[in-house]
């Protein structure tokens, strides 16, 4: 907390009294959780306590100016390291008191305050997640003893702390904070869903050509394609042909709407075709958009992104077992300006993210936040005379997620990603592919 209080009065006799506090306290802690460094970008809560501020909002229905989680009721207690990281500030102010400040992979700085005594680790020591960095207390503007913890990403207060915590619950120092951290994760980025039918290792195509057949077009791993080879035929009035891991076995696997609404999912096999379709839902055929190829909620699996007829863009939670049990999170609206929508892990932070042409022929990419998405970003002009388009898939070979879109002349692009939601100068595949009703 930072607000006026009558501690700050009594300042010096609360030090004194602090002072004996810690030479009774220090001597009988013991390890208090087993530590090791992290790479999975999940933060813990550093400290046992209830919640009783959040970051503007004060818990009991009343809007304050306050940039952190306060959590309260355990003076003299641990304060743990809420993730790997170097502690940069061991320091005094009046408002935090005594408060460590660890920096973070991806940009996050965590703050702990109001500490009972200066931390405990000096500046520049690399810290791992779990580990004592102090002790819970009540200096600086403070009416109790609690921990004041803030979350920053990129000099900005990351607000998004306050949807791993419930006002007035207890939490237990240790315990995992239910929240994605976007770029927090130091493990290496996770492989681009390579779209990969045939088992070689290279993504491939599926496209549905004029006569209703669908075709497989096999990839030579450079961003060119193989002429198509029929798989089946009379797929003329399905919609919607989406590639997909929905059973996370490493396997491309397959999505389509057929006319009566019903979406068909097909698992990809070890030799490289599709096995008997399941029916994990229905009403898709009138959707507007439909694309899946990333894991949109963080929680591992594969989900399916739906643009209804309204506009109203859904996240439909996979469970990794090629069904959608949900639950369903109604992401927002307006969708309806989208002439065409990409799905894929972009910036590589292993949350899955859109990219998505505009009527007016922008292209916009939109960073996917776990179950939600960040402001779009403009990226180019001039997409609006496409007439197919898909991507969030490795077709080059480099290990990020491309986009493929078709020009009104039938020629054929590839736009090499740069790993960051941006793309590079396009490739010409080749010419003649007008006659497809959809290329994904």
């Known amino acids: 907390m930072k607000r006026t209080s009558r501690w700050r009065l009594a300042r010096v006799a609360m030090l004194a009294a602090v002072a004996v506090l810690v030479g009774t306290i220090v001597p009988a802690l013991a390890p208090v959780t087993p530590v090791s460094a992290a790479t999975d970008g999940q933060m813990v809560y550093p400290a046992s306590g209830t919640i009783q501020s959040k970051v503007g909002d004060g818990c009991r229905s009343d809007y304050r100016k306050h940039d952190g989680i306060d959590i ?23 408002g935090y008191g005594n408060y460590v400040d660890v920096e973070h992979a991806g940009g996050y700085m965590t703050r702990y305050a109001h500490m009972i005594a200066p931390g405990t680790v000096a500046p520049g020591t690399q810290v791992v997640r779990g580990q004592q960095i102090g002790i819970v207390g009540s200096t600086g503007n403070s009416t109790g003893a609690h921990l004041h913890f803030e979350v920053w990403r990129n000099g900005s ?15 237990t120092r240790g315990g995992t904070i239910p929240l994605v ?22 993504a ?24 198509g080879s029929v798989i089946t035929s009379a797929w003329g009035i399905h919609r ?10 490493g396997r491309a696997d397959m999505l389509v709407a057929r006319s009566d609404g019903v979406l068909e999912y097909y698992a990809g096999n070890a030799t490289g075709g599709f096995g008997a379709y399941s029916t994990p839902g229905t009403g898709w055929y009138g959707m507007l958009h439909v694309t899946s ?3 949109y909620t963080g929680d591992g699996h594969q989900d399916v992104l739906g643009t209804s007829a309204a506009g109203a863009l859904t996240i439909y939670r996979g469970n990794g077992a090629g069904a959608l049990p949900g639950p369903y999170t109604v992401v927002g609206n307006g969708w309806n ?3 065409f929508m990409a799905g894929g892990d972009f910036n590589g932070d292993r949350l899955g993210d859109i990219m998505a042409v505009a009527n007016d022929g922008t292209l916009y990419f939109y960073a996917g936040l776990g179950s939600r998405f960040d402001t779009r970003v403009a990226v ?40 960051t939601g941006r793309v590079k100068t396009r490739i010409l595949i080749g010419s003649g592919w007008g006659g497809y009703l959809q290329i994904e």
């Open 72 to 94: 309260s009721g355990q003076g003299g207690t641990p304060i743990l390291a809420a993730y790997d990281g170097v502690v940069r500030t061991r320091a005094w102010s009046n």
């Open 181 to 202: 951290f976007p770029g927090l994760s130091t493990a290496p980025p996770a492989p681009a869903l390579t779209g990969d039918y045939n088992g070689d290792g290279k």
């Open 240 to 249: 919607h042909l989406t590639h997909t891991d929905l059973n996370g076995d």
């Open 204 to 227: 491939d195509l599926l496209a549905i050509a004029a006569d209703s057949d669908l075709q497989f077009l096999a990839g030579n791993g450079a961003g060119g394609f193989s002429k």
């Open 157 to 171: 207060v990351f607000s998004e702390i306050n949807q791993g915590f419930v006002c007035l619950s207890t939490v």
């Open 293 to 295: 190829g990333a894991d």
């Open 337 to 339: 300006t989208v002439k």
């Open 380 to 419: 180019s002009s001039g997409w609006g005379a496409m007439t197919a388009f898909t991507g969030g898939v490795d077709y080059n070979g480099d290990k990020i997620p491309d986009l493929i879109a078709r020009t009104s002349s039938g020629e054929l692009y590839l736009y090499p990603g740069d790993g």
